[in-house]
């Protein structure tokens, strides 16, 4: 059984349009939502072997809250991530090493909501920022994931969960 979180970065600054993309750094409102959403994974008693995250700055410093609340086994920036499209992230989860059962990806839409929607029944419209998509898949590696053996259980949005 593998176990797959897509987590959305949390709400970024636009402050500064000066500023590359990449370098966009969290506001007051996603370091907030990062840190409850983090909590709210924990209170799930939620234990990632892994977290693979976007190098962009936002989606880092929202991988920081989770790796403070949730302490997963292996970190790893993978630069396939920022921006990436569902074969690049279908790439990132085929990278995985077979011993790691839970994985939790930091990344971007709109990759992610189409992603996520190759594994849901019902179409999801938007994957917010700090959204979270719980999927599970029955492959025995994470070369087998595919829409036919894997399910969304769970789809967590910080509107949802905590206000």
């Known amino acids: 059984m593998r176990q797959i979180y897509l987590i959305r970065h949390a709400k970024s600054s636009w402050e500064l349009a000066s500023i590359p993309d990449i370098d966009r750094p969290l506001n007051q409102r996603g370091l907030r939502d ?5 909590k709210f994974l924990n209170k799930q008693n939620v234990q990632l072997d892994a977290l693979v995250v976007s190098p962009a700055k936002r989606a880092l410093m929202t991988a920081n809250f989770f790796v403070d609340v949730l302490a997963p086994g292996r970190f790893v920036t993978d630069k396939k991530l920022y921006l990436a499209d569902t074969d690049s ?23 992610f909501t189409m ?3 190759l594994f849901a029944g ?42």
């Not at 990062?34 to 983090?38: I, L, N, T, Y």
């Not at 992230?89 to 839409?109: A, E, M, P, R, S």
């Not at 719980?134 to 769970?154: F, Y």
């Open 115 to 117: 992603f996520a929607n």
């Open 89 to 111: 992230i279908y790439t990132v989860l085929f990278g995985c090493q077979d011993g790691w059962k839970t994985v939790g990806l930091i990344g971007h839409n709109p990759g």
């Open 34 to 38: 990062a840190k409850s959403m983090a």
């Open 122 to 163: 019902k179409m999801i419209e938007n994957v917010p920022t700090t959204g979270i998509v719980h999927l599970e898949s029955t492959a025995t590696s994470w070369q087998d994931v595919d829409p036919m053996n894997t399910n969304l259980l769970h789809f967590w949005t910080p509107k949802k969960m905590l206000r």
